[in-house]
């Protein structure tokens, strides 16, 4: 059998608390259901500056070329953000290694699982009908690439700009997938804009409408940025795919985590045109609970499911993955983020109950 190559890049923080219970899970696909895995780990972000002295080293990179399919921990933390902005874990590791592969299309699920409803913020009324949210965010171009960018000091003043730019082929090709995507969901799309204001979002409007007519069965509607933030909070069952330029996008599935219960639960795939993809979880490197086993592995462990069913196709193990992680999620199994008493599971039991209901198939 063909070996499929996982290059792991667990990063800072919480990244390589995580990881380690994404290794269990990978181990039994590896070991238990044959599956032709072969890992290698490399160094990224601020760890990468700290032992290599380059957030993204060129051996990281030829890593990830050679290999099938990315699993991402996280990058960043306040030892390196003294740093120029340009030299940072999160401007020259990981925008890069979305734009080297091409990643523009991220996938962010985010769902209320009806054992963890007391945990949303929103009142009982708004959530007594679930939600199942796909925020399909445009990962490689918008404000986060444009040029110019930069910094000036000239005298006394001072400034600083970005630039938002959107092609009309990058628009057209991040709707067409929401648009597929919607049709094995709920079929509808509601595209989110500020094309009110902003050129860059007026162009992104016009060519969502343009690629809608090729889906005459999927619904389109539009919000602006600041009223969809409002009415996610109002009504997220109303909503199946959201499609977002990158820093709506940004915004939005945070917030999507937040009204799940927690951005720990959250995995996320970024792919480009040949399905080639890096998994990671939507949150951060999270510093405020670093080194205190306490992270929730389960946005790693999605992201590993999300691989299967992206990278390798095998849906039905996917659903496996995710079927174990509800399996502990019913039997009331919590790490902190997700409890709502004293009564928690350390990050590596987590992974370990995870691992048990999988082999056993819970
Ligand atoms: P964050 O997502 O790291 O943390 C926000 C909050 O969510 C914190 O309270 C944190 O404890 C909590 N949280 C996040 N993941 C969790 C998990 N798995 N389990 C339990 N709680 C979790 O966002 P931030 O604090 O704004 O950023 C921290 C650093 O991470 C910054 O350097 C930022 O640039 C970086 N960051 C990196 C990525 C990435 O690598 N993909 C994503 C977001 C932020
Ligand atoms: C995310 C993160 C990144 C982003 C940062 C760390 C560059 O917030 O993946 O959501 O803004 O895309
Ligand atoms: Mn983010």
Redesign the pocket.
């Known amino acids: 059998k063909q070996k499929y190559r996982i290059a792991i890049l667990p990063g800072d923080g919480i990244g390589p608390e995580v990881m380690r219970e994404a290794y269990k899970i990978l181990n039994i696909l590896k070991n238990d259901f044959l599956l032709p895995l072969e890992f290698q780990e490399f160094n990224i972000g601020g760890i990468a500056i700290d032992n290599e002295g380059l957030a993204l080293p060129k051996k990281t990179l030829l890593g990830c070329e050679n290999a099938d399919a990315i699993l991402f921990g996280s990058?960043?933390g306040k030892k390196w953000d003294t740093l120029p902005i340009d030299q940072r874990p999160?401007?020259a590791a990981?925008?890069p290694l979305r734009k080297h592969f091409n990643l523009f299309a991220n996938l962010r699920p985010a769902k209320l699982y009806s054992e963890l409803e007391y945990l949303s913020p929103l009142c009982s009324k708004i959530t007594k009908n679930g939600f199942d949210i796909l925020c399909v965010r445009e990962?490689t171009g918008g404000v986060?690439f444009g040029h110019p960018h930069g910094r000036v000091k000239k005298d006394d003043i001072e400034y600083a700009f970005d630039t938002e730019v959107y092609y009309d082929y990058e628009i057209n090709r991040i709707a067409h997938l929401a648009f597929q995507l919607a049709r094995n969901r709920k079929n509808k799309v509601c595209s989110i804009d500020k094309s009110n204001v902003l050129n860059s979002s007026l162009l992104w409007k016009e060519i969502v409408e343009k690629v809608s007519n090729s889906y005459s069965d999927v619904r389109l509607s539009h919000l602006y940025i600041d009223n969809a933030t409002m009415q996610i909070i109002k009504n997220p069952n109303q909503f199946d795919v959201l499609l977002c330029s990158?820093l709506f996008g940004?915004i939005i599935?945070?917030e999507c985590a937040a009204i799940s219960g927690s951005i720990g639960m959250l995995p996320?795939a970024s792919l480009n045109e040949n399905n080639f993809g890096l998994y990671?979880p939507?949150g951060?490197s999270a510093p405020d609970i670093e080194g205190k086993n306490i992270a929730n592995p389960i946005a790693q462990i999605l992201s590993v499911s999300m691989l299967v069913r992206y990278g390798m196709h095998l849906t039905k193990i996917a659903d496996q993955i995710d079927k174990s992680v509800i399996s502990v999620l019913k039997r009331g199994y919590r790490t902190a983020d997700i409890s709502n008493n004293n009564n928690y599971l350390k990050t590596h039991e987590m992974g370990d109950v995870i691992a048990d209901a999988l082999i056993n198939g819970k």
Request: hydrophobic share 30%; net charge negative; aromatic share 6%.
């Open positions: 990058v960043g999160e401007r990981l925008l990962l986060y990158n940004d599935s945070d996320s990671e939507a951060g």
